[in-house]
């Protein structure tokens, strides 16, 4: 029961209760897990053990401020400019509404409200948290640090972290670590998550299954960190990061931090990635029910050389084999001849359609087919048109070089007037043809960050109001364009977290689509995140950092993991790789609705000689698995004459099960206990298995 001082949010299948420390002015965890996890002495009482450190400092605390906690780390750090650092509040109210709950606490010293909010998300496990600042004197207030929350992990051993790691073409790589002391941390200042970390992460102590989530709801400088404290617990913090610095506060002001998603499963990371795709399927909204077509992407057969009678023969190509919609990649505008020129003037190149675009874009919808456009609305060339008409909208620092990356500099996305330019950009491209499917790509962080005419005595927050402005571009595209499909990219998957998901309908994880490097992105990317936001692309790329050869098959089915596109030369392919892919497009439209919509489980890794992805749908009762050979190249079997098995999860033991193209029928306890038979061969290393509940 909800006392005065102690407060339980529930969600679909956990609680998590929070409670006034009897030890400070704080709000710390009592207990979190499944249901009923909060009805006994909480676990995580360790406060009263402070020897040579405050209580603050021990306790399992919520959100505490530099000042009240000045050893292990702070989540806020604040003061007024030119005065000591440091906030000691009081306990002011608290809020309880359904599956919401606000703690304040106040400073009268300092002129400081701070507000703790959390959030239930409806059908879902995962509670969100978000603190709100105040300013309540009468002089500005410096924030050096602004976390969004503390989360706090009982563990009764060492824990093990896993968090997502890469560089560009090698994102979502699943790494672990255990820490039985110490701190990590990971983030990015590059204004977009980044290639190296994504903003999440997952905790498990090593004695059960349990396991712990976090990820953080921001596309700007962020961090997050682990830190094993003595007495059995991980303490994690997450938030942005002020490129400049410090935030300041105005007299009446109110900040709010990024929104950090928690989420709990008592099944390990599998059951944890479920939790998050229900999220994200949460996030998407009614845009689910629009089916995510499969697309051809023109670029890695074309590159920069378009003209409308080579995309129109890829685009009948397309067409033949099933392909639902055609997407014009970079190259399609006035000065677009290679990478130094273009980016700015988003007006297509009269010579490479000669007959108008309108007429072009005609013809590929004439095939059956929908339209699409690559754009890259926050970068510039210095040789444009909008460059030398507009010098003053990149981010540049007076007196010094800018800098140029992929020979193209930055918009500064935080001014209104470039959000204005950039959204009528899209509304002239969006309107002017029957565009129905619009690629967002970014491929250069901003490097010398200053806006001509404002200094630090201005106290720009550059990199919350590029977020804001990035946002607001968004929003405006998803009301005005409700029926446009958005992809979000950056470079790959530099710009991949819970704000852009929700407003887009697939993101690009990597530019790499080579099949068994595709294979370990993908499987780090679904721990994260969903099926149905995934764009992967059946391409011709011979691997980067796994050059093994795999079959188109192997292409098919990794690919269609996700949202399936094309990105391969169609010209060049033979009459048989046609018809085989038309079998495997074919096949994709039959099940994408289990894939983007079921509950997921991953089945091995990239590491295992055979490993797969396994969607269930219990409404019609079909499970499809997605199943890979990573072995030898010749095929064989781990044991000579046995074939290999992938075990299933989540069946009902005493059904049965039957897959129609092989003709078998298979007990639940037989699929769960031995498994899915495949017999590889250097010609077979991927299968589509679809199977019904009798």
Same mark, same amino acid.
């Given at each position: 029961?909800?006392?005065?001082?102690?407060?339980?949010?529930?969600?679909?299948?956990?609680?998590?209760?929070?409670?006034?420390?009897?030890?400070?002015?704080?709000?710390?965890?009592?207990?979190?897990?499944?249901?009923?996890?909060?009805?006994?002495?909480?676990?995580?009482?360790?406060?009263?053990?402070?020897?040579?450190?405050?209580?603050?400092?021990?306790? /399992?605390?919520?959100?505490? =401020?530099?000042?009240?906690?000045?050893?292990?780390?702070?989540?806020?750090?604040?003061?007024?400019?030119?005065?000591? !650092? #440091?906030?000691?509040?009081?306990?002011?109210?608290?809020?309880?509404?359904?599956? @919401?709950?606000?703690?304040?606490?106040?400073?009268?010293?300092?002129?400081?409200?701070?507000?703790?909010?959390?959030?239930?998300? =409806?059908?879902?496990?995962?509670?969100?948290?978000?603190?709100?600042? @105040?300013?309540?004197?009468? %002089?500005?207030?410096?924030? %050096?640090?602004?976390?969004?929350?503390?989360?706090?992990?009982?563990?009764?051993?060492?824990?093990?972290?896993?968090?997502?790691?890469?560089?560009?073409?090698?994102?979502?790589?699943?790494?672990?670590?255990?820490?039985?002391?110490?701190?990590?941390?990971?983030?990015?200042?590059?204004?977009?998550?980044?290639?190296?970390?994504?903003?999440?992460?997952?905790?498990?102590?090593?004695?059960?299954?349990?396991?712990?989530?976090?990820?953080?709801?921001?596309?700007?400088?962020?961090?997050?960190?682990?830190?094993?404290? /003595?007495?059995?617990?991980?303490?994690?913090?997450?938030?942005?990061? /002020?490129?400049?610095?410090?935030?300041?506060?105005?007299? #009446?002001?109110?900040?709010?931090?990024?929104?950090?998603?928690?989420?709990?499963?008592?099944?390990?990371?599998?059951?944890?990635?479920?939790?998050?795709?229900?999220?994200?399927?949460?996030?998407?909204?009614?845009?689910?029910?629009? /089916?995510?077509?499969?697309?051809?992407?023109?670029?890695?057969?074309?590159?920069?050389?378009?003209?409308?009678?080579?995309?129109?023969?890829?685009?009948?190509?397309?067409?033949?084999?099933?392909?639902?919609?055609?997407?014009?990649?970079?190259?399609?505008?006035?000065?677009?001849?290679?990478?130094?020129?273009?980016?700015?003037?988003?007006? =297509?190149?009269?010579?490479?359609?000669?007959?108008?675009?309108?007429?072009?874009?005609?013809?590929?919808?004439?095939?059956?087919?929908?339209?699409?456009?690559?754009?890259?609305?926050?970068?510039?060339?210095?040789?444009?048109?909008?460059?030398?008409?507009?010098?003053?909208?990149?981010?540049?620092?007076?007196?010094?070089?800018?800098?140029?990356?992929?020979?193209?500099?930055?918009?500064?996305?935080?001014?209104?007037?470039?959000?204005?330019?950039?959204?009528?950009?899209?509304?002239?491209?969006?309107?002017?043809?029957?565009?129905?499917?619009?690629?967002?790509?970014?491929?250069?962080? =901003?490097?010398?960050?200053?806006?001509?005419?404002? #200094?630090?005595?201005?106290?720009?927050?550059?990199?919350?109001?590029?977020?804001?402005?990035?946002?607001?571009?968004?929003?405006?595209?998803?009301?005005?364009?409700?029926?446009?499909?958005?992809?979000?990219?950056?470079?790959?998957?530099?710009?991949?977290?819970?704000?852009?998901?929700?407003?887009?309908?697939?993101?690009?994880?990597?530019?790499?689509?080579?099949?068994?490097?595709?294979?370990?992105?993908?499987?780090?990317?679904?721990?994260?995140?969903?099926?149905?936001?995934?764009?992967?692309?059946?391409?011709?790329?011979?691997?980067?950092?796994?050059?093994?050869?795999?079959?188109?098959?192997?292409?098919?089915?990794?690919?269609?993991?996700?949202?399936?596109?094309?990105?391969?030369?169609? !010209?060049?392919?033979?009459?048989?790789?046609?018809?085989?892919?038309?079998?495997?497009?074919?096949?994709?439209?039959?099940?994408?609705?289990?894939?983007?919509?079921?509950?997921?489980?991953?089945?091995?890794?990239?590491?295992?000689?055979?490993?797969?992805?396994?969607?269930?749908?219990?409404?019609?009762?079909?499970?499809?698995?997605?199943?890979?050979?990573?072995?030898?190249?010749?095929?064989?079997?781990?044991?000579?004459?046995?074939?290999?098995?992938?075990?299933?999860?989540?069946?009902?033991?005493?059904?049965?099960?039957?897959?129609?193209?092989?003709?078998?029928?298979?007990?639940?306890?037989?699929?769960?206990?031995?498994?899915?038979?495949?017999?590889?061969?250097?010609?077979?290393?991927?299968?589509?298995?679809?199977?019904?509940?009798?």
């Amino acid at each position: 029961m909800t006392s005065p001082r102690r407060w339980t949010l529930r969600t679909r299948h956990t609680s998590y209760t929070v409670r006034l420390s009897p030890d400070g002015p704080w709000a710390e965890l009592d207990a979190w897990g499944p249901l009923g996890v909060e009805d006994g002495p909480s676990a995580l009482d360790w406060s009263h053990r402070t020897h040579f450190i405050t209580p603050a400092d021990a306790a /399992p605390a919520e959100y505490v =401020p530099h000042g009240l906690r000045p050893f292990t780390g702070a989540d806020l750090v604040a003061s007024r400019p030119g005065g000591e !650092r #440091g906030v000691w509040w009081e306990f002011a109210s608290a809020q309880e509404g359904e599956g @919401t709950l606000r703690l304040a606490f106040t400073d009268d010293v300092l002129g400081l409200r701070t507000v703790l909010c959390y959030e239930t998300v =409806p059908e879902t496990d995962v509670v969100l948290r978000w603190t709100e600042l @105040t300013c309540t004197g009468d %002089e500005e207030l410096r924030l %050096e640090r602004i976390d969004s929350a503390g989360v706090n992990i009982p563990v009764s051993g060492t824990a093990r972290l896993t968090y997502l790691t890469g560089q560009w073409s090698q994102e979502f790589q699943r790494t672990q670590l255990d820490l039985p002391r110490g701190t990590f941390t990971m983030g990015s200042v590059q204004a977009a998550p980044g290639h190296a970390y994504a903003p999440w992460l997952a905790v498990q102590d090593g004695t059960s299954q349990a396991a712990y989530g976090i990820a953080l709801e921001w596309p700007g400088n962020w961090h997050m960190s682990a830190q094993a404290e /003595p007495g059995g617990a991980v303490r994690l913090r997450a938030g942005r990061v /002020p490129h400049e610095g410090a935030v300041f506060l105005a007299p #009446g002001e109110t900040l709010a931090t990024p929104r950090l998603a928690c989420a709990f499963s008592s099944g390990g990371l599998d059951g944890l990635a479920r939790v998050w795709h229900r999220y994200e399927r949460h996030l998407t909204g009614e845009r689910l029910d629009r /089916p995510r077509k499969v697309l051809y992407n023109s670029w890695e057969a074309t590159g920069f050389d378009v003209d409308a009678a080579g995309q129109l023969e890829l685009a009948e190509v397309a067409a033949d084999i099933g392909a639902e919609l055609f997407v014009v990649d970079d190259g399609w505008f006035t000065g677009r001849a290679d990478d130094t020129g273009g980016l700015g003037d988003w007006y =297509p190149d009269p010579a490479a359609f000669p007959q108008g675009f309108g007429r072009f874009v005609e013809d590929v919808r004439a095939l059956g087919l929908d339209f699409g456009l690559w754009v890259e609305p926050e970068a510039i060339s210095p040789a444009s048109e909008l460059y030398a008409a507009h010098p003053e909208w990149v981010y540049r620092i007076d007196g010094r070089p800018a800098r140029l990356v992929r020979n193209q500099l930055l918009l500064d996305l935080g001014r209104a007037d470039v959000q204005d330019f950039v959204i009528a950009t899209l509304d002239r491209l969006l309107t002017e043809h029957p565009v129905s499917y619009l690629k967002w790509d970014m491929n250069r962080p =901003p490097t010398e960050r200053g806006r001509p005419g404002g #200094g630090p005595a201005d106290h720009l927050d550059l990199d919350a109001q590029h977020v804001a402005g990035y946002l607001r571009v968004l929003d405006h595209l998803r009301a005005a364009h409700p029926d446009v499909t958005v992809e979000g990219c950056a470079g790959g998957g530099g710009r991949v977290e819970h704000a852009t998901i929700a407003r887009t309908d697939v993101v690009w994880p990597s530019d790499n689509t080579a099949p068994l490097d595709r294979l370990a992105i993908q499987h780090g990317f679904l721990h994260a995140h969903a099926p149905h936001v995934m764009s992967s692309w059946v391409t011709d790329a011979p691997g980067v950092f796994d050059p093994r050869p795999r079959s188109l098959a192997f292409r098919f089915v990794n690919a269609m993991c996700g949202v399936l596109g094309i990105g391969a030369d169609l !010209r060049a392919w033979t009459p048989q790789q046609r018809a085989e892919a038309a079998h495997w497009i074919a096949r994709y439209k039959d099940v994408r609705d289990v894939v983007h919509r079921g509950d997921v489980h991953l089945l091995g890794g990239p590491a295992d000689p055979t490993c797969g992805v396994q969607y269930d749908d219990p409404g019609t009762g079909r499970t499809v698995v997605a199943a890979l050979s990573t072995g030898r190249l010749d095929g064989a079997p781990l044991v000579p004459g046995r074939p290999s098995r992938l075990r299933l999860r989540a069946l009902e033991p005493r059904a049965r099960y039957r897959d129609a193209a092989s003709d078998r029928t298979y007990s639940g306890a037989h699929l769960l206990h031995y498994g899915l038979p495949f017999a590889w061969s250097a010609d077979h290393d991927a299968e589509l298995v679809v199977l019904t509940r009798l």
